[in-house]
């Protein structure tokens, strides 16, 4: 992963884009068992997580992807394996 690529500075994206959907007590967990959201609060989640990353790095991602839902552990379950998932996309 580059070094401008910073996982934090992604976590902390991910968290203050889903604190408004979840309240500031949200949680990790973000879709599937325990999750905050559900299929639609999911799909407007993510669609302003790409807008910001957009934002903030100055690339555009597709979060929903087949490559995303073809993988064996969704990365969509919680706020960790999403933050590693967008590194990976930003890396590319």
Excluded: N, W
Excluded at 53 to 69: D, K, N, Q, Y
């Amino acid at each position: 992963m580059p070094a401008q690529i910073d996982l934090e500075k992604i976590r902390l994206l991910v968290v203050r884009t889903l604190e408004p959907l979840t309240g500031p007590a949200g949680g990790e967990a973000i879709f599937g068992p325990g999750g905050a959201l559900d299929s639609l609060g999911l799909v407007s989640f993510l669609a302003d997580l790409e807008f910001r990353i957009a934002e903030e790095f100055g690339r555009e991602v597709v979060l929903a992807s087949e490559a995303a839902m073809s993988r064996s552990r969704s990365p969509f379950r919680d706020v960790t394996a999403l933050s590693q998932y967008i590194a990976e996309l930003l890396a590319q």
